[in-house]
């Protein structure tokens, strides 16, 4: 299981990069893409849309189950990953280069965890 130390982590396995200008990125993380299987379809937010933590912003098909995906973040879309959309098999081949969406005008983060504590959590499922 990757996990990246530069990262947080939410309890339903999004990852969220904090950037410059109360920016941030997210998207799904190692274990996430590993237990949804492989991917063929995401759908994305449009750019200017509104997300807010706890809620779904996006959702993902595998050849398993269809999923939503949760902020981890309040804000602004401000770009999505145009890539994922013909080639979703992206985020199962590289999850945490792989993106969904860039979020401006942060006004909230959720609960997140450090790579630390997440090990400790995915220890506990």
Do not use: R
């Amino acid at each position: 299981m990757n996990i990246k130390s530069n990262l947080k982590y939410s309890k339903t396995h999004e990852w969220v990069e904090e950037l410059d200008n109360n920016c941030a990125l997210m998207g799904l993380d190692d274990y996430s893409q590993d237990q949804l299987g492989e991917l063929v379809y995401i759908t994305l937010p449009e750019v200017g849309d509104a997300v807010t933590v706890g809620e779904s912003y996006a959702d993902v098909e595998s050849v398993k189950a269809v999923s939503d995906v949760f902020s981890c973040v309040t804000g602004t879309v401000a770009e999505i990953n145009e890539e994922l959309v013909d080639s979703p098999e992206k985020v199962n081949e590289d999850p945490y280069g792989a993106w969904l969406v860039k979020v401006e005008e942060i006004s909230a983060y959720g609960e997140l965890m450090d790579a630390d504590e997440y090990k400790e959590y995915l220890s506990t499922l």
